[in-house]
C-alpha cells in the first residue's frame, strides 16, 4: 500500500514523503504479543513500523537509503500516525470498530466504527516546514526566545516514562519535549521549563494548543452519546497494541 505523508523526511534537497508499507506478519505479530515490549510501553512501534515500511521516496522517484530504523527516529508524530493506520488499514481493511466513553454522562459507547481509509491527512507545505519563524516566540515575562518543535518517536517514549515516573514534574516535564531552543540552549530539560515565571508558562502553553507544528491525520472522531445524545470528540489511540487487535475490524462486528 503506497501512503503518501503529511510532512516527511526533509534530507538536503530532498522530500521523502511517499511510503510503501507492508501488512503485518507473524513476525510483527510476535511484538504484539511480547509483554516486555507492549505492556506500558510502546516497544512494538519502531519494529513494527521498520519492518512494515518497504521504501521511503521523494515525488521524483529518489529513495532513501538509510536504515528505516533510522527513517523512523526522525519522523514526526503526525507521521508516525499516518503510517500506522495504514498498516492496520493494508493488514484487517479498512473498518475499525473502537468504544468510546461520553464525558457528559460517563455511558460507554460500544460498536462504534471508523473507516479507516476516510480519515484526511493535512499535509503541511515544505515552506511552511522550513519557516522557523512560525514556531519562535518571545516569552512576555522572562523576554526569553523559544523554539518550539513537533514530537518525534523518542518523544512519545519519553513522555511514557514521564507519566509513570516523574509526576511532581508532569507538566514541566511534557511542555520541555515540545521545546527545540530557550534562548541560546538546545537541549532543554524539565528543571529549566521550572525556572520560567508562571505567566511565561502558561502563555506558552496557550500556544502550543494553536501554533501548527506539523501536518496531521485527523483521527479525532465526532460521536455522538448513545444515551443522552450529546455530540464529543474521541482520539483513536494508534500507538497502543490493541490498536492492531484483529477483532476490532472483524466483518463480525455489529454495524
Known amino acids: ?30 511484538y504484539l504479543a511480547n509483554r516486555d515490549l507492549v505492556v506500558g510501553n510502546i516497544g512494538h512501534l519502531p519494529k513494527i513500523l521498520s519492518d512494515c515500511i518497504q521504501s521511503l521516496e521523494s515525488e521524483t522517484g529518489v529513495k532513501w537509503n538509510g536504515k528505516m530504523e533510522d527513517a523512523v527516529e526522525k ?12 498498516i492496520r488499514h493494508n493488514t484487517y481493511g479498512e473498518r475499525f470498530y473502537f468504544e468510546a466513553e461520553c464525558p457528559h454522562c460517563q455511558t460507554k459507547n460500544k460498536n462504534l466504527r471508523v473507516d479507516l481509509d476516510k480519515l484526511e491527512t493535512k499535509p503541511m ?7 522557523k519563524s512560525r514556531l519562535t516566540l518571545i516569552l512576555p515575562k522572562s523576554k ?19 507519566v509513570k515516573n516523574k509526576q511532581d514534574e ?3 516535564s ?3 519535549l515540545s521545546i527545540r531552543r530557550m534562548g541560546d540552549k538546545m537541549k532543554v530539560t524539565a528543571k529549566d521549563v521550572e525556572e520560567l515565571p508562571a505567566m511565561d508558562l502558561l502563555f506558552l502553553k496557550d500556544k502550543l494548543e494553536v501554533i501548527r507544528l506539523e501536518g496531521t491525520i485527523d483521527s479525532d472522531i465526532q460521536i455522538d452519546c448513545s444515551n443522552c445524545g ?8 494508534v500507538f497502543s497494541s490493541d490498536f492492531f487487535d484483529p477483532s476490532k475490524g472483524s466483518t463480525n462486528t455489529p454495524t
Open 1 to 30: 500500500m503506497k501512503v503518501i505523508l503529511p510532512n516527511g523526511l526533509l534530507d538536503g534537497q530532498d522530500l521523502f514523503n511517499i511510503v510503501v508499507v507492508d501488512e503485518l506478519k507473524g513476525k510483527q505479530q510476535n
Open 75 to 86: 519522523l514526526s508524530v503526525g507521521d508516525l500516525e499516518t503510517l500506522l493506520i495504514a
Open 125 to 131: 507545505p515544505v515552506a511552511e516546514m522550513l519557516d
Open 144 to 162: 526569553i526566545e523559544i523554539e518550539v518543535k513537533p514530537l518525534f518517536l523518542k518523544d512519545l517514549f519519553e513522555s511514557i516514562k514521564i
Open 170 to 172: 508532569l507538566v514541566t
Open 174 to 176: 511534557v511542555i520541555a
Open 230 to 237: 450529546k455530540e464529543f470528540s474521541s482520539k483513536l489511540d
